[in-house]
């Protein structure tokens, strides 16, 4: 039999990066026999469609990027769009679709998982006329389980990261069946593996979408964390799923638009979520917007992802004027940006700043310039950081009410403003001199947004 040889010399790649290859990028009829030959994978192509994929610059050659890429945790689904059960595009066609959870993960609770699974589903129900529902026994359309290794079909998890997760396309028997590597650490917030995130993606695949090349869509093949408070389903992945199934519009069930809406300033009992100053100018955070005021700007509002992209709400945020950088905390997460760039490396997490795990939340934040301290409120507490020796000063957590006295027992948002500190407590605020230790003025928040 004649063998048909196409392999040349550069192209003898490490076995991982084959194995992701033929697991990711084989033409399912790459390696067959078609009539006397045996077709040998053309590794040089595979590897060029991956780069492709990834946005890559397409070299063919085994570079760093190409590598680093093969790294990331991923879906276990091909990235080649011509495999089978995609052909057809294949969906449901019962209104209702039924999912079963046969094997629980043992690192979050029975009712998290629920939840979770239940807050995947409705990002897609959300746009399109189809509904979910649990069922606890017999045979469901999609049938989803937690296992390690092997797990009873032909792809055998493979140990912590590497693929997260797989499912199969809508149909009969296996269709839409979802397995989640049991291997991953599994959790609800940034660290290790997103539940909802992976759940999401996957589903998407259960629902009849393929991969994208788009990085910011839902059904790009690696992980990357973004913030599910309030998440929504990507552009990309509605349009796709809305092509399959249609548009839920308000005969076939209205649901509550989920985005931000724009907070009205001019009301008495507006509280903040945060504040700060940045660069001579006044930041107040509210919901997904923020206002700006400037002495010479005047006061303008925005949403915060128009000028920090990867940020959505702040909880707390000082300015730290000496190193003109400014930390927007989020969650157990937090950004430096310096104006409107983000710096990389960010977000990092809160831990950072030597707060114990228990504080997932900061309340507010505000830098004392003439002690070089940050002074960080969390519930009726707060801690001192030294900007200085960049750690947090020892005794701390300390009661509120028992150092500043009049300012309340908690704070929702703090600032400096021409050498006063300001204190929101709900809607009501506090100019407080941090020299004399005494309340200057009581004021209302919404003060500050030009309402007179
Ligand atoms: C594989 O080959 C068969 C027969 O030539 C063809 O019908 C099928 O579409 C091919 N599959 C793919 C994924 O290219
Ligand atoms: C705060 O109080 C001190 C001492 O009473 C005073 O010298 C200082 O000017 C006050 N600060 C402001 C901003 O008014
Ligand atoms: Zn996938
Ligand atoms: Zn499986």
């Known amino acids: 039999p004649l063998i048909h040889v196409k392999i040349s010399v550069e192209m003898l790649l490490p076995l991982s990066s084959q194995a992701y290859l033929s697991q990711f990028y084989r033409d399912p009829n790459a390696t067959t026999f078609r009539g006397r030959m045996l077709l040998l994978p053309d590794l040089e192509n595979e590897l060029k469609a991956m780069q492709e994929f990834f946005g890559l610059e397409v070299t063919g050659k ?30 449901w ?39 979910f529902k649990q069922i606890y026994s017999g045979t469901a359309d999609i049938m ?7 797990h009873g079909d032909f792809y055998p998890f493979d140990g912590p990261n590497g693929v997260l997760a797989h499912a199969n396309a809508p149909g009969p028997e296996q269709g839409g069946d979802t397995h989640f590597d049991d291997d991953e650490r599994w959790t609800l917030h940034s660290r290790d593996i997103n539940l909802l995130l992976v759940a999401a993606h996957e589903f998407g695949h259960a629902l009849g979408l393929e991969h994208s090349k788009d990085p910011l869509a839902l059904m790009y093949p690696t992980y990357r964390y973004v913030n599910t408070n309030g998440y929504t389903l990507p552009h990309d992945d509605r349009l796709g799923v809305q092509a399959l199934y249609g ?9 509550p638009n989920p985005g931000p809406t724009p907070p009205e300033p001019c009301k008495r009992d ?161 100019e407080y001199n941090f020299t004399s230790r005494r309340v200057n003025r009581l004021l209302l928040n919404y003060g500050w947004l030009d309402c007179y």
């Open 270 to 430: 507006l509280v903040f979520d945060a504040a700060t100053s940045i660069r001579g100018e006044l930041f107040f955070f509210k919901n997904g917007y923020y206002w700006k005021k400037g002495y010479y700007s005047g006061l303008s509002m925005h949403e915060i992802k128009s000028t920090w992209p990867s940020i959505d709400s702040v909880d707390a945020a000082y300015e730290f004027s000496d190193r003109d950088i400014s930390f927007l905390f989020k969650g157990q997460q937090y950004w430096a940006v310096k104006g409107s760039t983000t710096l990389p490396a960010y977000p990092k997490l809160i831990s950072k700043f030597g707060f114990p795990t228990y504080v997932r939340k900061i309340d507010a934040a505000v830098y004392v310039k003439s002690t070089s301290r940050t002074l960080f409120f969390v519930g009726t507490k707060y801690w001192s950081f030294n900007e200085r020796t960049a750690q947090m000063d020892s005794g701390f957590p300390k009661t509120i009410q028992h150092h500043f006295p009049g300012i309340g027992s908690r704070v929702d948002a703090a600032f400096e403003n021409y050498g006063y500190l300001y204190f929101s407590e709900g809607s009501r605020q506090t």
């Open 93 to 131: 066609k019962q209104s209702v679709v039924t999912y079963r959870i046969t094997e629980y993960t043992s690192q979050l609770s029975k009712k998290e998982v629920d939840t979770t699974i239940a807050k995947a589903f409705q990002l897609y129900s959300d746009v399109i006329p189809l509904d």
């Open 62 to 91: 085994l570079d760093s990027n190409t590598l680093e890429t093969m790294k990331l945790p991923r879906c276990g689904v091909t990235d080649v769009a011509r495999y089978g059960h995609f052909q057809g595009s294949p969906r």
């Open 247 to 255: 548009v839920r519009t308000s005969t076939n069930k209205p649901k």
């Open 144 to 150: 989803i389980l937690f296992k390690a290794g092997y």
